[in-house]
């Protein structure tokens, strides 16, 4: 079992999308063992996008990812790492195929509404960055219906 961390950012949120999203990861089979919705603050998003603070749209992005609300959740599931970026997709929505979240709701790459942890090692970075209270521990019952 693995643990991946999620976030619907701003544009997910003034669009609406929350409940879409989250329905998404839900009628997958995954565990949500982390859900708030806080405002960003400067620190934890520059924290957060460390490995792009060279590139260009680094300022947009850390401007954008502060501006308002975002919804950071942990799900756990086997694989959920890949599991999440599938149901995710590619990081521009224009190429992004239906059915993938940024696919369907998508047209450019710096609003693609979703982020996922993309390996283990930053999966452990973002949930003790955005979760320093701790994860759920608990039994989702309908689990055993989701894994033979
Ligand atoms: P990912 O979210 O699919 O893992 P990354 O390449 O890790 O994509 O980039 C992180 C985030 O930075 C993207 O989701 C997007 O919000 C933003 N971003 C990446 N490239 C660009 C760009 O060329 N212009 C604007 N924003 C970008
Ligand atoms: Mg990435």
Known sequence: METTYVMIKPDGVQRGLIGEIIGRFEQKGLKLVGLKSIIPSEEIARSHYAVHSERPFFPGLI?????GPVVCMAWAGKDAINVARNLIG????????????????????GYNMIHGSDAPDTAEFELGLWFSEGLMDWDLTISRWFYE
């Open 63 to 67: 401007k954008f990812v502060t501006s």
């Open 90 to 109: 590619p990081t521009n929505g224009r190429e992004a195929p239906p059915g993938t979240i940024r696919g369907d709701y998508g047209m450019d790459i």
